[in-house]
Nanobody, 124 residues
Framework: VQLQASGGGSVQAGDSLRLSCAAS????????VGWFRQAPGKEREFVGA???????YYAESVKGRFTISRDSAKNTVYLQMNSLKPEDTAVYYC???????????????????WGQGTQVTVSS
């Protein structure tokens, strides 16, 4: 399984970006896809996830601003980020797993497959 994340960039506060995570080798729709981010000097943190059935979960810091969706035909998961803030600046990673349990969906270490990361920079 290979994951390819894309869509990062440099934007102003209040702008929007959409990140994409495309998979090859296995269908996203039967597993869970998580988005994580890591800012310089900080630990990797959970942003959101989507699992089988289309259920979504978000960190409190992004709830109401970020939306995760899935295009099964393209085997791609999206992270729509609106109202971006400078504190959203980080490298964003997508991750996937097909055996993760719900209670661990926010835990980076439970995902076996990772994309390469894409930089998001939000300036004030």
């Amino acid at each position: 399984v290979q994951l390819q994340a894309s869509g990062g960039g440099s934007v102003q506060a209040g702008d929007s970006l959409r990140l994409s995570c495309a998979a090859s080798g296995r269908r996203f729709s039967s597993g869970a896809v998580g988005w994580f981010r890591q800012a310089p000097g900080k630990e990797r943190e959970f942003v959101g996830a989507i699992r089988r059935g289309g259920f979504t979960y978000y960190a409190e810091s992004v709830k109401g601003r970020f939306t995760i969706s899935r295009d099964s035909a393209k085997n791609t998961v999206y992270l729509q980020m609106n109202s971006l803030k400078p504190e959203d600046t980080a490298v964003y990673y997508c991750a996937a797993d097909w055996q993760i349990i719900l209670s661990q969906i926010r835990t980076a270490g439970q995902y076996h497959y990772w994309g390469q990361g894409t930089q998001v920079t939000v300036s004030s």
